[in-house]
């Protein structure tokens, strides 16, 4: 018997502009001790059905068809007081958004313990243990002092580890786990893959795992099931999809793998795109408004110098405080870190989880100041600056953060977070163009003109993702700071997305700080690296140089460690060479 | 029997010195007794002085009470008397009553002699403000040093905390604002009174609600003043009874003629006399519980006559303007106090309605009354509101504070804001202050009264009644009196 | 999205628009706010007589109940006052004032919270300590002590005369100012929480202005509980019109608002005479029962996750 | 921490100094307190005499002089009309106050969670639609009218309760006298508590519940349910927890008003407070005793805008209480 299996499963959203169905029609089955994987399009409706499965959509959203069966039990339409006893303790949930999903006023413990004496039969004092317990193995340092902490003291990969020690504390029979290794570098991926997996072959535990990443897809899952538009399009053995898709959007996905092992020049594109309701175009830059300068602009720098240097900066966050200074517990986030990034390149950060990535790149974005050191940009040390001095030349720094849903004003539709900052620094003559602008930077990151007038609660992972990016990008930025920009898109819209800075690089000389977990994108997007670990960094130097003969040992294990993706088919795919 | 009595405030001191108010009179009926006091019908009837006997036109003798003890346990004598009576006249608050008299003569143990400046024909009314203090009591000084009888109005003195007269209830516990426990006096002198309650507690309840509540709930067994608006659902209850005497407070509006040119016309005057339906309001607004005057004096005090009546007219008043040559009417402003007198800012508001009738439209704002004194000192409206009763139970007192020409000097007028001025009332009533020939007084008075009324002078409206409220079981209606401190030493519980 | 929409177009295709078309309790109970609001507005035409027109009133239709009852009146259809007002034109004429008061002063108490809360919030630090006392400050000097302060000032300036042509322009002031700390400092509160949260700091990036920031982003996620204190102050505000009436310092005693209608008939309740404070009571019940239901639904409204669909 | 309080005071002693300046340059327009201490009938010589004495036509700068060297040693001045030390009468109305605002902050408490939660949680059910039509006519109902109602149905009518004053006391230390500790003086409170709770009650049901309503929308209750959680683990502390954030704030301003004027109650209830004591005191001008106790209430503002920080910054730790950076 099947451990758990969907049925025909439709799911709408009803508004007041029409129905919008995001699944229609999903089957599959997930069997004891064997991991499905669940790749597709953003937006497909992948984390809906998890959502649908737990009976936890989101309000409108509802259930228009189709059952749910667990160990045989039908579970769609369960009274509440039976699907929670099966919520925790039979099906583990791992939620995309880590940042979101703990909640802010209690600390890791609580949250932690809370779950396993919900769902098991252990006392206090068990409990703890195996919270702690649970902590170390999803590789968090330090778990004794860690737990006591709050939410927003981790990190963005940290919190989603804690999702995930919470999802498989109380012992489930099911996990799903949507997208649940974004924001983690490969050696900690690995080990929670690794995780899951034997959690899945020794006690025959069933897992559902939503990801873009087709190396996790070929590492560790048994069978595969592909989405496109709410709709499951081809699901068979891992092998079998990852060599020998059927379905062209199977196998145009699968050539949009980023390699790994040689640079391109661009991404290669996806071009199946069946119903064509959002269309990608490649940007004209030169005609583009993107492509305008303002006269506000900081033109003295010429590409191939110094835009950005990083001065030995510092920066400490208390983890206890006392009274008394000597009681006083710091984490050093960021230890005497000096880099530059020159006009018109893309400088890559690396490393661990919790390594100070996210810390470095808000004190050059001015949202904490360092503790010393000093940031120039453009040769002006705007980490001296008054606010009011550094207001005019924050629009030429932009961030796309790491968390785009929390990044966003929840009480604010889509098309006006994007064209506020359009508005405020003027960017644009009339009311007319500023929307015609917005239209255009949706259309550009693959969403269409018709998402603005939703909020951002209303949007996948990767749609929100795509929504901050559009709007780092509204203000005209020189300096564009990602934050793991597409850790939660498809490696499709990825392509598209990538290759869409790319663009702006080449024509405007657009310079970025490029932060992710992702080697291949790494090595694809950027053209100087450095490796940073426990707010250090260890080591920088040319893209290629460094994946070629990294130095470091830690570099060393960090590459050893990208899921290898062998046996990937990519012969008869559609390739463009740039 | 216990008899727990609420009232509208509390003493403010223990000070029967202190503060001339209703509130001390009350308390001094209770815990000490006069020379004299008034009996219901206005009559005089000995206390500690057991006869009295004029010796000339100045002098009056007392005899009195032989055997009376303290409550400290000290003998009462003409001493005391004497004490208490040069205490008083060192009273801010007292002094203006004490002032036409001389001295304080004793003639013996238990004879004193009341000696005043002029022939004074209210040596008697007076009488009743002096309560004999235990004056052994108040010799010497108290742990912070200061004299024991010393008198101060704002300071914690020992005779504002402690008491020893001769009356039959001693304070037990007090806490101002709050309660004040009495218990009967063991040695009470008069073995005569009726009075069967041997422990009071007052408790003052401000909120006219809450008092009619606290009686109705069985909570209190007395309550005083009683709102006109619950008379009717207090006279129906069939667990309480109520008594009620015609007041001796008389409500007025004065009319400033100093502010507006035309209240200098006594036509203008008239015909607001005649516009206001005094009648109407004792009616509605005080629910019968006022007595619809046209003069100070009220019914049983001297300068009081039967002839001058109620005037109301609105054609009447109409004509009148005209004839003063207002017919297109005045704007006025007007002002009253808000918790002063019973109903006063609804009954201001009534009579800026009637006058609106005749074309006087008024401007109306009532306060509380630490507001409005000041703006009355300052005589801040054209009309403006005041209520009085004579410290003396006498008519002349009236006039001499409301009617007569302010004068600064000799402090006449006191109460005047209107300025109305006729040298000839002030003659009669100076006159009078001095007649001991009660019938000749009498006519003094009354004429004094028929000018005011014929030159409308100011706007009577009512004198307000007193009604008090309590038990089937407290036997009210013998101990009370319009001057509104029931003898409740004498008071009955079954 | 044609960007050269009327701006009816605009209103009538908002969510505002189109939840408010949909909701039946919104929709009567807007009606009925606006029939109050017309009622007063036209209450020279709906009723027999001024109340405010002294001339008109006579003591001796003092206390007549309403005509349904046993006493009843038929120039009084819902029975007269003490001094002998018709209840409904008085409810009517009243209403006028006290709407004015309560909505003005509800709205000032606003604005000056929210400015200052958003300012000590966000500022933080000496101006938020600075402002913080402020507020305690103006919480220990209630609306009655200020108002005592506004008028003696007034009287000493302007003088005492005046008064009553600018009575209803202090009271909105007296009552707007003394209750601002209120939402001061739950907007203070709120922004603390917010402004740690990753979107302000977008903002930030995003180089916006610090008043934009407060005003455009974190003020809309506030709302919520000025939505709830707006609509208790504004009952509040009635109220305390009318208490203020009590010191001299509300409107005319001649010209009686909705609260100090009330409020006159506190003393007859007890007595049997219920009218006089039940039925403008009830009035007002009404009255802050629509306020509240309209701001309940707005509330629910302008946040975009309870969206019903 | 110790900082932050050290702070805190310095502030309340600057605050309580400016109410104190304020008020003295209004005290002479709440009226004249020489008139309350003498009979109407007192002549303006007398009066103007004891105004001499009593030091009130003293040039401004003389009386505050004298009050602030008063003050520096604790000693606010005389009241009028208790003839007591203003700190003493402010002291002695303070338990009666407090247990006041005790018995309806239990009320409220016990009332405006659950309920609260409940419209919160079951927004269609009748009852909620009850409780928020009822907490309406809570809220526009007065105070006043609201106290002589019970009065007058448990008074009168049913006589099952004492309708005035604190009822039996016992003395626990020093002026505090309580009666939480006598059945008669538990009986007494229960009126007035409800009274003074019927404003706030609604209220603070109306704001729990627009609170929680957003907190149960949020990610991360969403994720406690995926968690398997009780729900009333969810509902009764996770959520409440966030929701009691703001309801916390408006609940500490609410709290201090309570214990600052429940002057409505106090009056109808002739409970012995402080409320009424105010009000008595500028019914009398007692001008000493209005200061003082203006001064106090600033006090009383700032400790308990303080505990509220302090609580808020312990709920909340991603606030960082002023001062401790
Ligand atoms: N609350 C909501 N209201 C309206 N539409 C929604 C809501 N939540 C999701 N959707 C829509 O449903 C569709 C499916 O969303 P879902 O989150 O399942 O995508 P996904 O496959 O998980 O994508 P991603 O990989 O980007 O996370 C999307 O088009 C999204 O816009
Ligand atoms: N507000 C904060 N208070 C305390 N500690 C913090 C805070 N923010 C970050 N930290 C700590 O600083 C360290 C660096 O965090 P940072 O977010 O920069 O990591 P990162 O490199 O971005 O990791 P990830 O890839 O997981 O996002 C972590 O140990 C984190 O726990
Ligand atoms: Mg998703
Ligand atoms: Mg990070």
Same mark, same amino acid.
């Given at each position: 018997m099947a451990l758990l299996e969907v049925n025909n499963l439709k799911i709408e959203f009803p508004s007041r502009h029409g129905v919008a169905v995001a699944v229609e029609d999903v089957s599959f089955e997930v069997n004891p001790g064997e991991i499905l994987g669940l790749v597709g399009?953003?937006?497909?409706?992948?984390?809906?059905?998890?959502?649908?499965?737990?009976?936890?959509?989101?309000?409108?959203?509802?259930?228009?068809?189709?059952?749910?069966?667990?160990?045989?039990?039908?579970?769609?339409?369960l009274p509440a007081s039976r699907i929670?006893?099966? &919520?925790?303790?039979?099906?583990? /949930?791992?939620?995309?958004?880590?940042?979101?999903?703990?909640?802010?006023?209690?600390?890791?413990?609580?949250?932690?313990?809370?779950?396993?004496? $919900?769902?098991?039969?252990?006392?206090?004092?068990?409990?703890?243990?195996?919270?702690?317990?649970?902590?170390?193995?999803?590789?968090?340092?330090?778990?004794?002092?860690?737990?006591?902490?709050?939410?927003?003291?981790?990190?963005?990969?940290?919190?989603?580890?804690?999702?995930?020690?919470?999802?498989?504390? $109380?012992?489930?029979?099911?996990?799903?786990?949507?997208?649940?290794?974004?924001?983690?570098?490969?050696?900690?991926?690995?080990?929670?893959?690794?995780?899951?997996?034997?959690?899945?072959?020794?006690?025959?535990?069933?897992?559902?795992?939503?990801?873009?990443?087709?190396?996790?897809?070929?590492?560790?899952?048994?069978?595969?099931?592909?989405?496109?538009?709410?709709?499951?399009?081809?699901?068979?053995?891992?092998?079998?999809?990852?060599?020998?898709?059927?379905?062209?959007?199977?196998?145009?996905?699968?050539?949009?793998?980023?390699?790994?092992?040689?640079?391109?020049? &661009?991404?290669?594109?996806?071009?199946?795109?069946?119903?064509?309701?959002?269309?990608?175009?490649?940007?004209?830059?030169?005609?583009?408004?993107?492509?305008?300068?303002?006269?506000?602009?900081?033109?003295?720098?010429?590409?191939?110098?110094?835009?950005? &240097?990083?001065?030995?900066?510092?920066?400490?966050?208390?983890?206890?405080?006392?009274?008394?200074?000597?009681?006083?517990?710091?984490?050093? $986030?960021?230890?005497?870190?000096? /880099?530059?990034?020159?006009?018109?390149?893309?400088?890559?950060?690396?490393?661990?989880?919790?390594?100070? @990535?996210?810390?470095?790149?808000?004190?050059?974005?001015?949202?904490?100041?360092?503790?010393?050191?000093?940031? /120039?940009?453009?040769?002006?040390?705007?980490?001296?600056?008054?606010?009011?001095?550094?207001?005019?030349?924050?629009?030429?720094?932009?961030?796309?953060?790491?968390?785009?849903?929390?990044?966003?004003?929840?009480?604010?539709?889509?098309?006006?977070?994007?064209?506020?900052?359009?508005?405020?620094?003027?960017?644009?003559?009339?009311?007319?163009?500023?929307?015609?602008?917005?239209?255009?930077?949706?259309?550009?990151?693959?969403?269409?003109?018709?998402?603005?007038?939703?909020?951002?609660?209303?949007?996948?992972?990767?749609?929100?993702?795509?929504?901050?990016?559009?709007?780092?990008?509204?203000?005209?930025?020189?300096?564009?700071?990602?934050?793991?920009?597409?850790?939660?898109?498809?490696?499709?819209?990825?392509?598209?997305?990538?290759?869409?800075?790319?663009?702006?690089?080449?024509?405007?000389?657009?310079?970025?700080?490029?932060?992710?977990?992702?080697?291949?994108?790494?090595?694809?997007?950027?053209?100087?690296?450095?490796?940073?670990?426990?707010?250090?960094?260890?080591?920088?130097?040319?893209?290629?140089?460094?994946?070629?003969?990294?130095?470091?040992?830690?570099? @060393?294990?960090?590459?050893?460690?990208?899921?290898?993706?062998?046996?990937?088919?990519?012969?008869?795919?559609?390739?463009?060479?740039? | 029997k216990t008899l727990k009595v609420a009232y509208d405030a509390d003493p403010v001191s223990l000070d029967l010195h202190e503060q001339l108010s209703g509130g001390t009179l009350q308390l001094s009926h209770m815990v000490g007794d006069p020379l004299v006091r008034w009996t219901q019908e206005l009559k005089f009837e000995g206390r500690l002085a057991e006869r009295w006997e004029r010796i000339d036109d100045r002098t009056m003798r007392f005899y009195l009470r032989k055997g009376v003890k303290f409550h400290s346990g000290n003998e009462f004598t003409a001493l005391d008397v004497k004490w208490t009576f040069n205490r008083l006249r060192t009273?801010?608050?007292?002094?203006?009553?004490?002032?036409?008299?001389?001295?304080?003569?004793?003639?013996?143990?238990?004879?004193?002699?009341?000696?005043?400046?002029?022939?004074?024909?209210?040596?008697?009314?007076?009488?009743?403000?002096?309560?004999?203090l235990d004056s052994k009591f108040y010799t010497g000084f108290d742990e912070n040093g200061k004299s024991k009888d010393a008198l101060v109005k704002h300071g914690n003195s020992y005779a504002s905390r402690n008491f020893s007269g001769t009356g039959p209830f001693i304070v037990t516990q007090r806490e101002q604002g709050v309660k004040v426990?009495?218990?009967?006096?063991?040695?009470?002198?008069?073995?005569?009174?009726?009075?069967?309650?041997?422990?009071?507690?007052?408790?003052?309840?401000?909120?006219?609600?809450?008092?009619?509540?606290?009686?109705?709930?069985?909570?209190?067994?007395?309550?005083?003043?009683?709102?006109?608006?619950?008379?009717?659902?207090?006279?129906?209850?069939?667990?309480?009874?109520?008594?009620?005497?015609?007041?001796?407070?008389?409500?007025?509006?004065?009319?400033?003629?100093?502010?507006?040119?035309?209240?200098?016309?006594?036509k203008v005057r008239l015909a607001i006399d005649y516009a206001i339906n005094n009648a109407g309001i004792a009616k509605k607004l005080m629910k019968g519980l006022g007595t619809p005057a046209a003069q100070h004096s009220p019914k049983g005090y001297m300068g009081y006559s039967e002839d001058i009546k109620l005037r109301y007219d609105l054609k009447k008043a109409k004509q009148l303007m005209k004839e003063a040559g207002y017919e297109k009417g005045l704007k006025v402003t007007m002002m009253a106090p808000n918790n002063r007198y019973v109903n006063d800012a609804k009954i201001a508001q009534a009579v800026a309605n009637m006058l609106a009738k005749i074309n006087i439209q008024v401007d109306l704002k009532t306060m509380p009354k630490a507001q409005y004194w000041p703006e009355f000192d300052k005589r801040a409206a054209d009309i403006m509101m005041l209520g009085w009763h004579a410290d003396t139970e006498d008519s002349a007192n009236f006039i001499e504070f409301l009617a007569m020409c302010p004068n600064s000097e000799t402090g006449f007028g006191q109460y005047n804001s209107g300025n109305y001025c006729n040298p000839e009332v002030d003659k009669l009533v100076l006159q009078s202050s001095e007649e001991t020939d009660l019938a000749k007084r009498q006519t003094l008075l009354q004429k004094a009264e028929k000018i005011l009324y014929d030159e409308a002078a100011f706007i009577p409206l009512h004198w307000q009644d007193l009604a008090w409220a309590a038990k089937k079981n407290v036997q009210l209606a013998p101990v009370v009196n319009v001057m509104n401190f029931p003898y409740v030493g004498d008071l009955v519980v079954k | 999205m044609n960007s050269e929409q009327s701006l009816w177009g605009r209103i009538s295709n908002s969510n505002v628009f189109y939840h408010f078309v949909r909701d039946k309790v919104a929709f009567i109970s807007a009606s009925i706010l606006l029939l109050i609001i017309l009622a007063a507005i036209f209450a020279p035409l709906l009723t027999s007589h001024n109340p405010n027109d002294l001339a008109t009133l006579d003591v001796m239709d003092g206390e007549i109940p309403p005509v349904w009852t046993e006493e009843g009146d038929e120039r009084f259809l819902l029975g007269t006052d003490d001094q002998g007002r018709d209840i409904l034109s008085a409810i009517l004429y009243g209403a006028r004032v006290s709407l004015l008061i309560g909505i003005c002063a509800v709205v000032l108490q606003c604005l000056l919270g929210v400015i200052i809360g958003l300012v000590a919030g966000y500022a933080g630090g000496r101006v938020d300590s600075l402002l913080m006392r402020l507020a305690d400050i103006q919480l220990s000097f209630s609306s009655l002590m200020l108002a005592i302060i506004v008028l003696a000032f007034f009287r000493a300036f302007v003088g005492g005369d005046l008064y009553s042509q600018f009575a209803m322009?202090?009271?909105?002031?007296?009552?707007?100012?003394?209750?601002?700390?209120?939402?001061?400092?739950?907007?203070?509160?709120?922004?603390?929480?917010?402004?740690?949260?990753?979107?302000?700091?977008?903002?930030?990036?995003?180089?916006?202005?610090?008043?934009?920031?407060?005003?455009?982003?974190?003020?809309?996620?506030?709302?919520?509980?000025?939505?709830?204190?707006?609509?208790?102050?504004?009952?509040?505000?009635?109220?305390?019109?009318?208490?203020?009436?009590?010191?001299?310092l509300g409107m005319p005693v001649t010209q009686p608002s909705l609260g100090s209608l009330i409020k006159s008939g506190f003393d007859y309740l007890q007595s049997g005479q219920w009218w006089i404070t039940i039925i403008p009571g009830l009035f007002l019940i009404v009255l802050v029962l629509v306020i509240n239901l309209l701001g309940d639904w707005l509330r629910d409204v302008l946040n975009p996750k309870l969206y019903k669909g | 921490m110790i900082i932050f309080l050290l702070k805190r005071l310095l502030q309340a002693v600057v605050v309580m100094f400016i109410i104190s300046l304020i008020g003295f340059t209004i005290k002479d327009s709440l009226g004249d307190p020489v008139r309350e201490m003498v009979g109407e009938s007192v002549s303006e010589e007398e009066r103007e005499a004891l105004r001499e004495k009593l030091g009130l036509n003293d040039p401004f700068i003389v009386q505050y002089g004298r009050f602030l060297k008063g003050a520096v040693q604790g000693d606010l001045g005389q009241s009028y009309f208790y003839k007591k030390p203003v700190t003493d009468v402010i002291l002695s109305k303070l338990p009666a106050t407090l247990e006041l605002v005790f018995g309806a902050t239990l009320i409220i408490i016990f009332f405006s969670v659950p309920l609260g939660v409940y419209c919160a949680i079951k927004p269609r059910s009748w009852l909620t639609k009850f409780i928020m039509g009822a907490s309406i006519v809570g809220i526009?109902?007065?105070?006043?009218?609201?106290?002589?109602?019970?009065?007058?149905?448990?008074?009168?009518?049913?006589?099952?309760?004492?309708?005035?004053?604190?009822?039996?006391?016992?003395?626990?230390?020093?002026?505090?006298?309580?009666?939480?500790?006598?059945? +008669?003086?538990?009986?007494?409170?229960?009126?007035?508590?409800?009274?003074?709770?019927?404003?706030?009650?609604?209220?603070?049901?109306?704001?729990?519940?627009?609170?929680?309503?957003?907190?149960?929308?949020?990610?991360?209750?969403?994720?406690?349910?995926?968690?398997?959680?009780?729900?009333?683990?969810?509902?009764?502390?996770?959520?409440?927890?966030?929701?009691?954030?703001?309801?916390?704030?408006?609940?500490?301003? =609410?709290?201090?008003?309570?214990?600052?004027?429940?002057?409505?109650?106090?009056?109808?209830? =002739?409970?012995?407070?402080?409320?009424?004591?105010?009000?008595?005191?500028?019914?009398?001008? +007692?001008?000493?005793?209005?200061?003082?106790?203006?001064?106090?209430?600033?006090?009383?503002?700032?400790?308990?805008?303080t505990l509220v920080d302090l609580i808020y910054g312990f709920i909340d730790p991603t606030i960082k209480v002023a001062g401790g950076k």
């Open positions: 399009e953003s937006g497909a409706g992948k984390s809906t059905i998890g959502n649908a499965i737990i009976d936890l959509l989101s309000p409108p959203g509802r259930v228009a068809g189709g059952d749910v069966f667990l160990k045989g039990e039908k579970i769609s339409s929670r006893q099966i &919520r925790g303790a039979e099906i583990g /949930f791992i939620f995309q958004d880590p940042m979101t999903s703990l909640n802010p006023l209690f600390t890791v413990e609580e949250q932690l313990m809370e779950t396993i004496l $919900a769902n098991l039969d252990v006392t206090q004092e068990s409990a703890k243990q195996k919270a702690l317990n649970m902590l170390e193995q999803v590789g968090i340092p330090e778990p004794e002092i860690r737990i006591k902490q709050y939410p927003h003291q981790f990190s963005g990969g940290m919190r989603q580890r804690v999702g995930i020690a919470i999802a498989l504390s $109380a012992d489930p029979a099911l996990i799903i786990a949507d997208e649940p290794t974004t924001a983690l570098d490969v050696s900690i991926q690995d080990q929670i893959l690794q995780l899951i997996r034997s959690l899945c072959k020794k006690r025959q535990v069933g897992c559902i795992l939503v990801t873009h990443d087709m190396g996790v897809i070929a590492n560790i899952t048994d069978r595969v099931a592909v989405m496109y538009q709410g709709n499951l399009v081809e699901s068979g053995t891992t092998e079998q999809i990852l060599q020998r898709p059927e379905h062209p959007y199977t196998k145009s996905l699968i050539s949009a793998v980023p390699r790994a092992d040689v640079k391109l020049k &661009r991404f290669p594109l996806v071009n199946y795109i069946e119903k064509a309701s959002v269309g990608f175009s490649q940007i004209d830059v030169s005609n583009h408004w993107l492509g305008q300068t303002s006269a506000s602009d900081v033109s003295s720098v010429a590409k191939g110098e110094d835009l950005l &240097r990083v001065e030995h900066v510092n920066l400490r966050f208390i983890t206890k405080n006392a009274l008394l200074a000597k009681n006083r517990r710091y984490i050093q $986030a960021s230890d005497d870190v000096s /880099f530059t990034v020159k006009k018109g390149e893309t400088f890559g950060l690396v490393g661990e989880s919790g390594s100070g @990535k996210s810390t470095i790149a808000r004190v050059i974005a001015g949202i904490y100041p360092p503790e010393s050191g000093r940031i /120039f940009f453009a040769d002006q040390e705007i980490s001296a600056m008054s606010e009011r001095e550094r207001r005019p030349i924050r629009r030429q720094i932009q961030m796309v953060f790491q968390n785009p849903y929390s990044s966003m004003n929840p009480r604010m539709r889509v098309q006006d977070i994007i064209a506020e900052p359009i508005y405020f620094h003027k960017l644009a003559g009339s009311r007319k163009e500023v929307e015609m602008i917005v239209g255009d930077l949706l259309d550009h990151v693959g969403l269409g003109r018709r998402a603005g007038i939703k909020f951002p609660h209303e949007f996948s992972g990767g749609q929100r993702q795509r929504i901050s990016i559009a709007r780092a990008l509204a203000t005209r930025p020189q300096l564009l700071i990602c934050d793991e920009p597409t850790s939660a898109l498809d490696v499709s819209v990825q392509a598209q997305i990538l290759n869409l800075l790319k663009d702006l690089q080449d024509e405007l000389g657009l310079t970025m700080l490029f932060i992710s977990h992702d080697l291949p994108v790494i090595r694809q997007m950027c053209d100087r690296v450095s490796v940073m670990r426990y707010g250090k960094i260890l080591e920088q130097n040319e893209t290629e140089a460094l994946f070629i003969s990294p130095q470091h040992d830690y570099t @060393k294990n960090l590459l050893a460690l990208i899921p290898h993706m062998d046996h990937l088919s990519r012969e008869g795919l559609m390739v463009q060479q740039g | 009273s801010p608050d007292f002094k203006a009553i004490f002032a036409p008299f001389e001295s304080a003569k004793v003639v013996d143990r238990y004879t004193i002699d009341l000696v005043t400046n002029k022939p004074y024909p209210l040596l008697l009314n007076v009488a009743t403000y002096v309560f004999p426990e009495f218990k009967r006096y063991d040695d009470y002198w008069d073995k005569k009174s009726p009075g069967n309650v041997s422990e009071i507690i007052l408790t003052p309840i401000k909120e006219d609600a809450t008092r009619v509540s606290a009686l109705l709930a069985g909570d209190v067994d007395f309550i005083s003043p009683v709102p006109p608006t619950d008379y009717d659902r207090l006279e129906k209850s069939d667990k309480v009874d109520m008594v009620t005497l015609d007041g001796t407070r008389i409500i007025t509006f004065q009319l400033n003629q100093k502010r507006v040119e035309a209240f200098k016309n006594p | 322009v202090i009271l909105i002031f007296v009552i707007g100012v003394a209750e601002w700390p209120q939402y001061a400092r739950t907007i203070r509160a709120c922004v603390l929480a917010e402004k740690e949260k990753e979107y302000v700091q977008a903002a930030q990036v995003m180089g916006f202005t610090t008043v934009r920031i407060m005003f455009r982003h974190i003020l809309p996620n506030c709302l919520s509980p000025i939505f709830v204190i707006s609509t208790v102050q504004i009952a509040n505000a009635i109220i305390s019109e009318a208490a203020l009436s009590f010191l001299g | 526009s109902v007065p105070v006043f009218l609201t106290g002589i109602f019970l009065m007058f149905i448990f008074g009168v009518i049913l006589d099952y309760l004492p309708v005035f004053g604190r009822g039996e006391l016992i003395s626990v230390w020093g002026p505090w006298e309580t009666g939480l500790f006598t059945l +008669d003086g538990l009986a007494h409170l229960i009126l007035p508590s409800i009274t003074l709770s019927s404003l706030m009650l609604p209220l603070f049901i109306r704001l729990i519940r627009s609170e929680m309503t957003e907190v149960l929308h949020s990610e991360y209750i969403k994720f406690a349910w995926a968690k398997g959680l009780d729900k009333y683990r969810i509902w009764f502390r996770l959520a409440l927890k966030n929701t009691m954030l703001p309801v916390i704030t408006v609940g500490g301003v =609410q709290i201090g008003t309570m214990v600052a004027y429940t002057i409505l109650t106090e009056t109808v209830f =002739q409970w012995p407070g402080m409320g009424f004591m105010f009000l008595e005191a500028i019914n009398r001008s +007692d001008t000493p005793l209005i200061i003082g106790y203006l001064v106090f209430v600033g006090l009383i503002f700032v400790i308990t805008n």
